[in-house]
Nanobody, 127 residues
């Protein structure tokens, strides 16, 4: 069993930055995918960014087109922490952001592929 806890959300003006963190606890595998999703009111949960870990080392990263060049996913496996650096924020980035863990190979953009989820953290961007 793996537990995920997000933090770092808040209210920020358009053009500003935030860094989200997600701390893992429990038995994390050495090879897995960790990703960020978000869900705005009235919309489906959507993939934001993912990173593939192989033998506890970070590898391939994937981003949604809407955040490429603005968001950066990273992690510190020694600290069991995943990060999402969000720059040049827009009002359309407003959502609840979730981190998730997938034991399967490949970075899936489908939320139903993921095995473990955090509780979410609210990000609100004011225009």
């Amino acid at each position: 069993q793996v537990q995920l806890v997000e933090s770092g959300g808040g209210l920020v003006q358009a053009g500003g930055s935030l860094r989200l963190s997600c701390t893992f606890s429990g038995r994390t595998p050495r090879t897995y995918t960790s990703s960020w999703f978000r869900q705005a009111p009235g919309k489906e949960r959507e993939f934001v960014a993912g990173i593939r870990w192989t033998e506890s080392k970070p590898g391939y990263r994937d981003y949604a087109d809407s955040v490429k060049g603005r968001f950066t996913i990273s992690g510190d496996n020694a600290k069991n922490t995943l990060y999402l650096q969000m720059n040049s924020l827009k009002s359309e980035d407003t959502a609840v952001y979730y981190c998730a863990l997938d034991m399967k190979i490949g970075i899936s953009h489908r939320s139903d592929s993921y095995d473990y989820w955090g509780q979410g953290t609210q990000v609100t961007v004011s225009s």
